[in-house]
Protein backbone atom coordinates (compact mmCIF):
# COMPACT_ATOMS: atom_id res chain seq x y z
CA UNK A 1 0.00 0.00 0.00
CA UNK A 2 0.99 3.54 -0.94
CA UNK A 3 1.74 6.09 2.33
CA UNK A 4 -1.63 7.97 2.48
CA UNK A 5 0.31 11.47 2.87
CA UNK A 6 2.93 12.98 4.57
CA UNK A 7 3.98 11.59 8.35
CA UNK A 8 3.64 14.18 11.19
CA UNK A 9 5.37 14.70 14.13
CA UNK A 10 3.68 15.61 17.19
CA UNK A 11 6.44 16.45 20.18
CA UNK A 12 5.24 16.20 23.77
CA UNK A 13 6.83 18.68 25.82
CA UNK A 14 5.47 17.17 29.11
CA UNK A 15 8.90 16.54 30.30
CA UNK A 16 10.68 19.91 30.01
CA UNK A 17 8.11 20.83 32.91
CA UNK A 18 9.15 17.39 35.02
CA UNK A 19 12.20 19.04 35.03
CA UNK A 20 10.90 22.97 35.84
CA UNK A 21 9.01 21.25 38.48
CA UNK A 22 11.47 19.34 40.43
CA UNK A 23 12.99 22.47 41.24
CA UNK A 24 10.01 24.77 41.48
CA UNK A 25 11.25 27.10 39.13
CA UNK A 26 9.79 29.26 36.42
CA UNK A 27 12.48 27.10 33.60
CA UNK A 28 13.13 25.26 31.33
CA UNK A 29 9.98 26.64 29.94
CA UNK A 30 7.90 24.07 28.40
CA UNK A 31 6.67 26.72 25.69
CA UNK A 32 9.81 27.82 24.75
CA UNK A 33 10.77 24.09 24.02
CA UNK A 34 7.28 24.11 22.09
CA UNK A 35 8.42 26.90 20.02
CA UNK A 36 11.63 25.30 19.76
CA UNK A 37 10.30 22.19 18.84
CA UNK A 38 8.01 23.93 15.64
CA UNK A 39 11.07 25.38 14.14
CA UNK A 40 12.90 22.04 13.99
CA UNK A 41 10.14 20.11 12.34
CA UNK A 42 7.28 19.54 14.63
CA UNK A 43 4.26 19.65 13.08
CA UNK A 44 2.05 19.73 16.68
CA UNK A 45 2.39 20.19 19.99
CA UNK A 46 1.21 17.52 22.61
CA UNK A 47 0.69 18.02 26.22
CA UNK A 48 -0.97 16.34 28.98
CA UNK A 49 -2.67 18.04 31.86
CA UNK A 50 -3.06 15.78 34.50
CA UNK A 51 -4.98 15.99 37.42
CA UNK A 52 -2.46 15.67 39.75
CA UNK A 53 -0.73 18.85 37.69
CA UNK A 54 2.80 16.35 38.04
CA UNK A 55 4.23 18.39 34.81
CA UNK A 56 2.10 20.62 32.79
CA UNK A 57 0.32 23.58 34.22
CA UNK A 58 -2.68 24.97 33.82
CA UNK A 59 -1.06 27.87 32.48
CA UNK A 60 1.41 25.89 30.50
CA UNK A 61 -2.13 24.97 28.06
CA UNK A 62 -3.15 28.56 27.99
CA UNK A 63 0.23 29.85 26.60
CA UNK A 64 0.59 26.83 24.69
CA UNK A 65 -3.22 27.27 22.89
CA UNK A 66 -2.58 31.16 22.93
CA UNK A 67 1.37 31.29 21.21
CA UNK A 68 1.49 28.31 19.14
CA UNK A 69 1.51 28.28 15.56
CA UNK A 70 1.16 24.83 14.98
CA UNK A 71 -1.55 22.25 16.27
CA UNK A 72 -2.21 22.38 20.05
CA UNK A 73 -3.09 18.19 20.90
CA UNK A 74 -4.15 18.44 24.73
CA UNK A 75 -4.00 14.86 26.23
CA UNK A 76 -6.42 14.64 29.05
CA UNK A 77 -8.12 12.43 30.95
CA UNK A 78 -12.41 11.47 30.53
CA UNK A 79 -13.54 13.95 33.56
CA UNK A 80 -15.60 17.16 33.57
CA UNK A 81 -12.75 19.27 34.82
CA UNK A 82 -10.66 18.14 32.03
CA UNK A 83 -13.57 19.06 29.69
CA UNK A 84 -14.16 22.70 30.72
CA UNK A 85 -10.60 23.16 30.51
CA UNK A 86 -10.56 21.80 26.89
CA UNK A 87 -13.84 23.70 25.91
CA UNK A 88 -12.49 26.97 26.75
CA UNK A 89 -9.62 26.86 25.21
CA UNK A 90 -10.41 24.87 21.96
CA UNK A 91 -7.20 23.14 21.16
CA UNK A 92 -7.36 21.98 17.92
CA UNK A 93 -7.35 18.25 18.90
CA UNK A 94 -8.10 16.77 22.18
CA UNK A 95 -6.69 13.37 23.12
CA UNK A 96 -8.35 10.70 25.78
CA UNK A 97 -5.85 8.91 27.90
CA UNK A 98 -6.54 6.89 30.83
CA UNK A 99 -4.75 8.20 33.60
CA UNK A 100 -4.12 6.95 37.12
CA UNK A 101 -2.52 8.91 40.28
CA UNK A 102 0.28 6.27 41.29
CA UNK A 103 1.24 5.59 37.28
CA UNK A 104 4.98 7.01 36.35
CA UNK A 105 3.23 7.39 32.96
CA UNK A 106 0.30 6.77 30.65
CA UNK A 107 0.42 2.69 31.33
CA UNK A 108 -1.99 1.51 28.63
CA UNK A 109 -4.82 2.38 26.51
CA UNK A 110 -8.05 3.42 27.35
CA UNK A 111 -10.62 0.96 27.78
CA UNK A 112 -13.76 2.16 25.44
CA UNK A 113 -15.54 -1.16 24.93
CA UNK A 114 -17.17 -1.32 28.40
CA UNK A 115 -17.48 2.49 28.52
CA UNK A 116 -19.05 3.44 25.39
CA UNK A 117 -22.19 5.38 26.43
CA UNK A 118 -20.61 7.66 28.81
CA UNK A 119 -17.59 8.25 26.35
CA UNK A 120 -19.64 9.27 23.52
CA UNK A 121 -21.61 11.41 25.73
CA UNK A 122 -18.28 13.23 27.03
CA UNK A 123 -16.82 13.20 23.50
CA UNK A 124 -19.59 14.80 21.93
CA UNK A 125 -19.64 18.62 23.17
CA UNK A 126 -15.41 18.46 22.29
CA UNK A 127 -16.20 17.65 18.96
CA UNK A 128 -18.96 20.56 18.52
CA UNK A 129 -16.84 23.03 19.87
CA UNK A 130 -14.21 22.08 17.04
CA UNK A 131 -11.70 19.67 18.45
CA UNK A 132 -10.65 16.89 16.97
CA UNK A 133 -11.22 13.44 19.46
CA UNK A 134 -8.60 10.93 19.59
CA UNK A 135 -8.54 8.12 21.53
CA UNK A 136 -5.69 6.53 23.07
CA UNK A 137 -5.68 2.63 23.00
CA UNK A 138 -4.25 -0.44 22.66
CA UNK A 139 -4.20 -2.06 19.35
CA UNK A 140 -6.88 -4.26 20.26
CA UNK A 141 -10.19 -5.28 17.26
CA UNK A 142 -12.83 -4.47 20.10
CA UNK A 143 -11.47 -0.96 21.31
CA UNK A 144 -11.05 0.12 17.65
CA UNK A 145 -14.50 -0.66 16.55
CA UNK A 146 -15.74 0.78 20.08
CA UNK A 147 -14.19 4.29 19.57
CA UNK A 148 -15.28 4.24 15.81
CA UNK A 149 -19.45 3.67 17.26
CA UNK A 150 -18.63 6.61 19.97
CA UNK A 151 -17.53 8.93 16.97
CA UNK A 152 -14.48 9.72 17.50
CA UNK A 153 -12.05 10.96 14.58
CA UNK A 154 -8.77 9.07 15.33
CA UNK A 155 -7.56 6.73 17.25
CA UNK A 156 -4.09 6.45 18.37
CA UNK A 157 -2.26 3.27 18.86
CA UNK A 158 -0.54 2.29 22.15
CA UNK A 159 3.11 1.34 20.88
CA UNK A 160 4.53 0.99 24.69
CA UNK A 161 4.44 -3.00 24.52
CA UNK A 162 5.92 -2.79 20.97
CA UNK A 163 8.93 -0.86 22.59
CA UNK A 164 9.33 -2.31 26.00
CA UNK A 165 9.69 -5.58 23.96
CA UNK A 166 12.21 -4.29 21.68
CA UNK A 167 14.47 -2.63 24.71
CA UNK A 168 14.22 -5.97 26.63
CA UNK A 169 15.49 -8.25 23.68
CA UNK A 170 12.45 -10.30 23.15
CA UNK A 171 12.39 -9.54 19.34
CA UNK A 172 9.54 -12.39 18.55
CA UNK A 173 7.51 -10.75 20.94
CA UNK A 174 8.04 -7.61 19.37
CA UNK A 175 7.68 -8.47 15.94
CA UNK A 176 3.99 -10.02 17.33
CA UNK A 177 3.29 -6.95 18.39
CA UNK A 178 4.29 -5.26 15.71
CA UNK A 179 2.08 -6.91 13.74
CA UNK A 180 -0.32 -6.56 15.70
CA UNK A 181 -0.21 -2.63 15.04
CA UNK A 182 0.14 -2.95 11.61
CA UNK A 183 -3.33 -5.66 11.54
CA UNK A 184 -5.04 -3.09 13.98
CA UNK A 185 -4.14 0.22 11.61
CA UNK A 186 -5.29 -1.55 8.50
CA UNK A 187 -9.01 -1.97 10.59
CA UNK A 188 -8.87 1.38 12.10
CA UNK A 189 -8.32 2.93 8.37
CA UNK A 190 -10.59 0.94 7.21
CA UNK A 191 -13.18 1.80 9.59
CA UNK A 192 -12.81 5.76 9.14
CA UNK A 193 -10.24 6.61 11.77
CA UNK A 194 -7.34 8.19 11.09
CA UNK A 195 -4.09 6.42 12.85
CA UNK A 196 -2.18 7.70 15.00
CA UNK A 197 1.01 5.97 17.25
CA UNK A 198 3.39 6.66 20.14
CA UNK A 199 4.57 6.15 23.32
CA UNK A 200 8.15 4.97 23.47
CA UNK A 201 9.13 5.65 20.55
CA UNK A 202 13.40 6.09 20.04
CA UNK A 203 15.30 6.11 17.18
CA UNK A 204 15.76 1.64 17.75
CA UNK A 205 12.10 1.62 17.76
CA UNK A 206 10.56 4.29 15.42
CA UNK A 207 10.80 3.13 11.34
CA UNK A 208 9.09 0.26 11.80
CA UNK A 209 6.04 2.44 13.19
CA UNK A 210 6.66 5.34 10.74
CA UNK A 211 6.46 3.05 7.58
CA UNK A 212 3.29 2.05 8.78
CA UNK A 213 1.44 3.48 5.65
CA UNK A 214 -1.98 4.28 7.70
CA UNK A 215 -0.66 5.36 10.20
CA UNK A 216 -0.41 9.66 10.09
CA UNK A 217 1.48 10.65 13.04
CA UNK A 218 3.63 9.81 15.45
CA UNK A 219 3.19 11.58 18.97
CA UNK A 220 6.51 11.40 20.52
CA UNK A 221 8.33 13.00 24.25
CA UNK A 222 10.28 11.30 26.46
CA UNK A 223 12.84 10.08 24.32
CA UNK A 224 13.61 13.37 22.65
CA UNK A 225 13.49 15.24 25.62
CA UNK A 226 16.30 12.95 27.15
CA UNK A 227 18.06 13.35 23.74
CA UNK A 228 18.11 16.90 24.31
CA UNK A 229 20.31 16.63 27.12
CA UNK A 230 22.91 15.02 24.93
CA UNK A 231 22.09 16.68 21.93
CA UNK A 232 20.03 19.63 21.94
CA UNK A 233 16.12 20.02 21.50
CA UNK A 234 16.48 21.07 17.87
CA UNK A 235 19.33 18.50 16.41
CA UNK A 236 16.99 15.49 18.61
CA UNK A 237 14.04 16.39 16.39
CA UNK A 238 15.67 16.80 13.55
CA UNK A 239 17.28 13.46 14.05
CA UNK A 240 13.17 11.68 14.26
CA UNK A 241 12.18 13.83 11.62
CA UNK A 242 15.19 12.16 9.35
CA UNK A 243 14.40 8.59 10.60
CA UNK A 244 10.12 8.93 10.39
CA UNK A 245 10.86 10.59 6.27
CA UNK A 246 13.82 7.85 5.54
CA UNK A 247 11.40 4.92 6.82
CA UNK A 248 8.41 6.25 4.76
CA UNK A 249 9.70 6.75 1.80
Do not use: W
Not at 209 to 222: K, Q, R, S, T
Amino acid sequence: MEPLGRLRLGVNIDHVATVRNARGSAYPDPVRAAKLAEEHGADGITAHLREDRRHISDDDIARLAEELTVPLNFEMAATDEMQAIALRHKPHAVCIVPEKREERTTEGGLEVARDENRLAHFIAPLADAGCRVSIFIAADRPQIEAAARIGAAVVELHTGAYCDFHAEGRFDERDAELARLRDMATLAHELGLEVHAGHGLTYDTVQPVAALPEVMELNIGHYLIGEAIFLGLGPAITEMRRLMDEARA
